[in-house]
Nanobody, 122 residues
Framework: QVQRVEAGGGLVQPGDSLRLSCAAP????????TGWFRQAPGKEREFVAG????????DYADSVKGRLTISRDTAKNTVYLQMNSLKSEDTAVYYC???????????????WGQGTQVTVSS
């Protein structure tokens, strides 16, 4: 099983930036698409952003377009989610997941991390 480890969450103020990382220690996941999802308190988990295995195609939820950027560093076996201009509504637990194809449906993703908390508050 290809495990995922997320890192980079924290408490920030509105307008601040954070960079989340998703690594697969001891494994290569260059053949997997990676998706970022988030779950806010009392809400269902939702798709945020995704990137294909090659890094050539990305997809973003409308709510984060222009503010979040997903990228991957194959040499470091890591996928990043750069989060700029953060808003209070971005507060959630963020999860990364690996799957064979890039889709917004979380059911397609096979391997999940434990999540990292992002809190945006003044």
């Amino acid at each position: 099983q290809v495990q995922r480890v997320e890192a980079g969450g924290g408490l920030v103020q509105p307008g601040d930036s954070l960079r989340l990382s998703c690594a697969a220690p001891g494994r290569t996941f260059s053949s997997y698409a990676t998706g970022w999802f988030r779950q806010a308190p009392g809400k269902e988990r939702e798709f945020v952003a995704g990137i294909t295995s090659s890094g050539g195609l990305t997809d973003y939820a409308d709510s984060v377009k222009g503010r979040l950027t997903i990228s991957r560093d194959t040499a470091k076996n890591t996928v990043y989610l750069q989060m700029n201009s953060l808003k209070s509504e971005d507060t959630a637990v963020y999860y990364c997941a690996a799957g064979r194809i890039l889709v917004r449906n979380e059911g397609v993703y096979d391997y999940w991390g434990q999540g990292t908390q992002v809190t945006v508050s003044s």
